[in-house]
């Protein structure tokens, strides 16, 4: 009889233990940490550029052009591998075109991309731009995430000094604090070698907990062909074509806007740019971009959608008038289409990179190259929300 008395307390005592241990824990008490349920979900990229689009960055601009797909590449070599979203402030000063242009921070990188393109160099010469309006768009017009463990970050980009003689313009040093809040580091890339703009780049950097780097003004990004380039921008066109959207008209119209960005950036821009974006979508981290919502292959394949299930209108147009096991059929042969490139990309994006790596070898390394600058910002400062990156780690 007491053993059973002795029992029932024990497991008493047990029960109340594990129901008030949670208000144990948040009453300061001292307590072992609990479990990390959360450690294997994915780590969170998000990365806004504001970049002064005035006549003397030309060169700098065409770098980002050629360099945005590398500068995701290079991201998403990180372990674990992080869902990467990126954004872009393109700022002038009063009196230009315009002021400032926000793209909203997105996984969708060929709609941005493809923005990105029709950027052109132009306005500007009288000195100082409006760098304190594209600070403030980039922190508070941009849907940043309320997630406290996400790698966020700012590089602003330019080579003239900010107004600092515009009354109603709210000062870099109140927006950069608004920024420490929302857990935003924001670092700082001189073009070119004014000393006013070297002298309010070092503060902006400072105060925002991040780096401050001095590059040419053409932008000192590498720049070198290979042989895998070509081939790798025509798996890339393949590749896109095994995409099939689904969903309700307004949805498809959606995505049909996704497909024109890339078909944009296949017929604009250069074959190594096209050969970038190829490496970065082959990643895990480049899923997004490629598939976009809806895509019909890669729900069926995996199970999340039956294709029964999907009404005959949501189909994609072309497998309206099929029959279900001609619509089977074609599903199954753009999955197995997609694998094989897939793998015949991943395996020519390690040949690209290792012949890029020697090459930069040869030619004495890129310390100072526009690459090497931003990944070495971005490895410093993610490595403080658990992001890991090889030595190597760098796409170019």
Not at 38 to 58: P, Y
Not at 111 to 134: C, I, K, R
Not at 323 to 341: C, H
Not at 371 to 391: C, F, M, P, T
């Amino acid at each position: 009889m007491k053993s059973k008395i002795i029992a029932l307390a024990l497991f008493a005592i047990t029960v109340a233990t594990v129901a008030f241990y949670p208000s144990y824990q948040s009453s300061g008490a001292i307590a072992k940490p609990p479990v990390d349920t959360l450690s294997n979900e994915r780590s969170h990229i998000e990365v806004v550029f504001a970049l002064d689009t005035t006549g003397s960055m030309s060169g700098l601009i065409q770098a980002a052009k050629e360099k945005i797909w590398s500068i995701a590449s290079t991201m998403a070599q990180a372990d674990p591998a992080p869902e990467i979203k990126m954004g872009l402030v393109a700022y002038r000063d009063r009196g230009d075109d315009y002021v400032t242009r926000v793209v909203d921070l997105s996984d969708d990188l060929d709609s941005l991309y493809a923005t990105l393109m029709d950027f052109q160099a132009a306005g500007g010469g009288d000195g100082p731009e409006s760098v304190n309006q594209a600070l403030s768009d980039a922190v508070h017009k941009v849907s940043w995430s309320q997630n406290p463990n996400a790698y966020k970050v700012v590089f602003l980009v330019g080579d003239a000094p900010p107004h600092m003689d515009y009354q109603d313009d709210v000062k870099y040093h109140a927006t950069i604090a608004a920024a420490a809040q929302k857990g935003i580091v924001v670092n700082a890339i001189q073009c070119g070698a004014s000393v006013p703009t070297a002298q309010e780049w070092q503060k902006i950097a400072k105060l925002g907990k991040g780096r401050y780097f001095q590059v040419e003004q053409e932008g000192s990004a590498v720049a070198i062909a290979t042989p895998f380039d070509e081939k790798l921008a025509e798996l890339s066109k393949e590749l896109d074509d095994t995409r099939l959207y689904y969903g309700s008209a307004e949805e498809k119209d959606k995505r049909q806007q996704k497909i024109g960005a890339a078909d944009k950036l296949h017929k604009g821009s250069s074959v190594e740019s096209r050969a970038r974006r190829a490496a970065f979508n082959a990643s895990q981290s480049g899923e997004a971009n490629f598939l976009g919502e809806g895509e019909l292959v890669a729900d069926v394949a995996s199970g999340r959608v039956h294709l029964e299930s999907i009404a005959q209108e949501q189909l994609p147009d072309p497998m309206q008038a099929m029959a279900p096991q001609e619509q089977k059929a074609l599903i199954t042969e753009k999955s197995k289409r997609r694998n094989e490139l897939q793998r015949e990309i991943k395996e020519m994006a390690r040949s690209r990179s290792d012949f890029l790596k020697k090459k930069v070898a040869e030619q004495g390394g890129a310390k100072d190259s526009l690459d090497h600058k931003v990944h070495s910002a971005i490895r410093e400062q993610a490595g403080k929300q658990g992001l890991r990156y090889k030595a190597d780690a760098l796409d170019y």
